[in-house]
C-alpha cells in the first residue's frame, strides 16, 4: 500500500504562481512513476504531467512552458510548480504513483491517488 498526501493548493490571482507538493509513505518503492491529474466537475479526469523513474518529465499540451514536475527521491516528494497561472487552471489537482518506470499519461494506469487539493486562479 502506499498512501499519498498533497499540499500547497490554493487560491491565486491570474499571472501568479503555486506549488504543489505529493508526499508518498507506505510501501518500500523499487521503481515507480509520479503523475499529476487534474479535474473539474463534469469533466474527466485530464494529465498535467508526470516524471519517470529517471527523472525524465511529459506534459500537457496546455501546461507546457508554465508547469514543472520535479522530484526528491530522498524524500520520496513530487513537486507541481505552477507560474502563470490562468483562470482555466482551475480544478482539483490530484497526485498518482504508478510500479513502473514511465509516467503514462492515461489516469487508468495509476495505482494510488492523493486526496487532491483544490487549485482556484481568480481573473
Known amino acids: 500500500q502506499v498512501q499519498l498526501v498533497e499540499s500547497g493548493g490554493g487560491l491565486v490571482q491570474a499571472g501568479g504562481s503555486l506549488r504543489l507538493s505529493c508526499a508518498a509513505s507506505?510501501?518500500?518503492?523499487?521503481?515507480?512513476?509520479m503523475g499529476w491529474f487534474r479535474q473539474v466537475p463534469g469533466k474527466e479526469r485530464e494529465f498535467v504531467g508526470g516524471?519517470?523513474?529517471?527523472?525524465?518529465?511529459s506534459y500537457a499540451d496546455s501546461v507546457k512552458g508554465r508547469f514543472t514536475i520535479s522530484k526528491d527521491n530522498a524524500k520520496i516528494t513530487v513537486y507541481l510548480q505552477m507560474n502563470r497561472l490562468a483562470p482555466e487552471d482551475t480544478a482539483v489537482y490530484y497526485c498518482?504513483?504508478?510500479?513502473?518506470?514511465?509516467?503514462?499519461?492515461?489516469?487508468?494506469?495509476?495505482?494510488?491517488w492523493g486526496q487532491g487539493t483544490q487549485v482556484t486562479v481568480s481573473s
Open positions: 516524471i519517470d523513474w529517471s527523472g525524465g518529465t
Open positions: 498518482a504513483f504508478r510500479s513502473g518506470l514511465i509516467a503514462i499519461p492515461r489516469w487508468f494506469e495509476y495505482d494510488y
Open positions: 507506505g510501501s518500500t518503492f523499487s521503481r515507480y512513476a
